[in-house]
Nanobody
């Protein structure tokens, strides 16, 4: 089982980016999914999360600007980021709790990270 993230890049302040993350492998089901970020010299922090039923949770710093969504049929999670600010610059990681058919248990999986840089 692995998570593959994509969609990062360089954008000017006020711009938008959309991150995508897809799970693949021997999967039976996926519970919660989310996005975390880590800026240089800082701890990794939760940006947004979404349950299998679609309930969402956001960090205060991104409320009203970021939107998390998922496609259960594709085992995918997305993060639409609008009105980006320089302080949003970080490596963004996707995370998911996945039932691994081979291991016959839930596991916590991380994507490889994608760089988001907000700069003029």
């Amino acid at each position: 089982v692995q998570l593959q993230a994509s969609g990062g890049g360089l954008v000017q302040p006020g711009g938008s980016l959309r991150l995508s993350c897809a799970a693949s492998g021997s999967i039976r089901s996926v519970n919660g999914m989310g996005w975390y970020r880590q800026a240089p010299g800082k701890q990794r922090e939760l940006v947004a999360s979404i349950t299998s039923g679609g309930s969402t949770n956001y960090a205060d710093s991104v409320k009203g600007r970021f939107t998390i969504s998922r496609d259960n049929a594709k085992y995918s999670v997305y993060l639409q980021m609008n009105n980006l600010k320089p302080e949003d610059t970080a490596v963004y990681y996707c995370n998911a709790e996945i039932w691994n058919l081979g291991l016959r248990q839930f596991g916590n999986y991380w994507g490889q990270g994608t760089q988001v840089t907000v700069s003029s």
